[in-house]
């Protein structure tokens, strides 16, 4: 039992907040699931924006059948190939520039989880279709920033409303305020907010 890097963290922060602590106690521990990362795991999450997860899987399903996921390769398509794949004109520009910027060297993903965790974010946001969220999002997922922080993330948000026993859902200034009391540890809190999130409203009362 809590075993993977991002489970450590989350009993770590549970032995700093007993609320912390009375959640994982009834709720269990939110799954580790650490990523590779690179190319490809960002390639992937632009895919995913503002559509369905089927319709992400499906045109995903058609750029690794391509071996678009490489970014040389990416980077040799023409567009009209890409849109054969799925991709809108928006998402190939976000692709290309991400892909550009991997194999000039601008980009150096494997030397992000040296950098400072504000310098890695920077790093990260710099590239066309790179947010705030998909930058902590791959910051906590693939590079163990235990402090990065999703604070736009709906689950997030939905997950700290119950929490704080707000009657409304914090955002922005607001919840990055709350989250305050968790530094170094608020990526760890939002695994917990998250799992509030997949037990109470997902799965119904009772993110994996």
């Known amino acids: 039992m809590g075993n993977g890097p991002l489970q450590k963290a989350v009993l770590q922060l549970s032995k700093q907040d007993n609320e912390i602590n009375e959640i994982i106690m009834n709720y269990g521990l939110p799954n580790d699931k650490m990523s590779k990362g690179g190319f490809e795991t960002l390639l992937r999450m632009i895919v995913g ?6 319709a992400a899987d499906a045109v995903w399903a058609k750029l690794k059948k391509i071996k678009a996921n490489i970014p040389k390769n990416f980077l040799l398509f023409s567009d009209n190939k890409l849109k054969e794949a799925g991709l809108s004109r928006q998402k190939i520009s976000y692709g290309k520039d991400l ?3 991997i194999d000039s060297g601008s980009l150096q993903l494997d030397k992000l989880g040296n950098l400072p965790s504000k310098e890695a974010h920077l790093n990260l946001t710099k590239i066309k279709g790179i947010g705030d969220w998909t930058a902590d999002i791959y ?3 693939v590079l163990g920033d235990m402090d990065a922080f999703p604070q736009d993330d709906l689950a997030v948000q939905e997950g700290a409303k119950r929490f704080f026993k707000l009657n409304h859902r914090p955002k922005g200034k607001e919840l990055l305020k709350l989250a305050e009391k968790w530094k170094p540890l608020r990526g760890a809190a939002a695994l917990v907010m998250w799992q509030i999130y997949r037990i109470e409203i997902h799965e119904g009362s009772k993110f994996s």
């Open 99 to 101: 892909a550009e910027n």
């Open 139 to 141: 910051q906590l997922f």
């Open 49 to 54: 924006q503002q559509i369905s997860v089927k």
